[in-house]
């Protein structure tokens, strides 16, 4: 089975500091792995995604995740933090074998920007 | 492209009702999956469709169920509604089946009163 651990519910960060969101995976196969961010009363928007391609990925609005397979994380991050980055960030992960249980998603990490 | 889109945006209901919720895929993705998302359980997997059949499904009741048409175009439908099916409801289209990256709609914000 698969699942995924955001660690934080709540990150607050000064604008232009870095921003680090934590991402752990479990999955009995090579996963597939996204970040999506949630604005208040939208839908989910794609930030980047990993399949297993380059381990360093690089996604919309300045955001990267790298792939660590070692320590089996997906971390996002971003060098400068914007006002407008403030949402919730949610991690989900999908094994290459076939996506039975559809996209398994962590329980989000709420951005607080602070100015 | 136009994104996904889901109809309706807001929807209440009372108990025991039944509603059907919409949504309409990107052009030329051929699968529809479905989310709930509520501040207790997060965002939990319902089902996938892909071309006309239900290709996987969540651990959710019977209650729960859903479509897919010719044009790709999905509806989910919940009988006998509960107060703890008020939730948005997340639409997302993928152009194929399992483990491509998945696109998300709007959501339709359910109230169960």
């Known amino acids: 089975a698969q699942s995924v651990t955001q660690l934080g519910s709540h990150v607050s960060v000064s604008e232009g500091a870095l921003v680090l969101l934590r991402c752990n995976y479990s999955?009995?196969?090579?996963?597939?792995l996204f970040w999506y961010v949630q604005y208040p009363n939208q839908g989910l928007q794609l930030l980047l995604k990993?399949?297993?391609?380059?381990?360093l990925v690089k996604g919309i609005n300045g955001f990267e995740a790298e792939f660590k397979k070692s320590e089996t994380s997906f971390h996002l991050t971003k060098p400068s933090a914007h006002m407008s980055d403030a949402a919730e960030y949610f991690c989900?992960?999908?094994?290459?074998?076939?996506?039975?249980?559809?996209?398994?998603f962590g329980k989000g990490t709420h951005l607080i920007i602070q100015p | 492209k136009a994104g996904v889109t889901q109809t309706p945006r807001y929807l209440i209901k009372t108990r025991g009702q039944q509603v059907t919720l919409s949504c309409s895929p990107i052009?030329?993705?051929?699968?529809v999956s479905w989310y709930q998302q509520t501040p207790g359980q997060g965002l939990q997997f319902l089902f996938e469709?892909?071309?006309?059949?239900?290709?996987n499904k969540g651990n959710f009741p019977g209650r729960f169920s859903g479509r897919q048409f010719s044009n790709s175009r999905s509806e989910m439908n919940v009988s006998t509604l509960e107060l703890g099916d008020s939730a948005l409801y997340l639409c997302?289209?993928?152009?194929?089946?399992?483990?491509?990256?998945?696109?998300f709609g709007p959501g339709t914000r359910l109230t169960v009163l």
């Open positions: 997302a289209s993928s152009q194929d089946e399992g483990p491509d990256t998945q696109y």
């Open positions: 999955s009995s196969v090579p996963p597939y």
């Open positions: 990993y399949t297993s391609a380059a381990t």
């Open positions: 989900a992960v999908i094994y290459s074998g076939g996506g039975a249980d559809g996209l398994t």
């Open positions: 052009s030329g993705h051929r699968s």
């Open positions: 469709y892909f071309s006309e059949t239900q290709r």
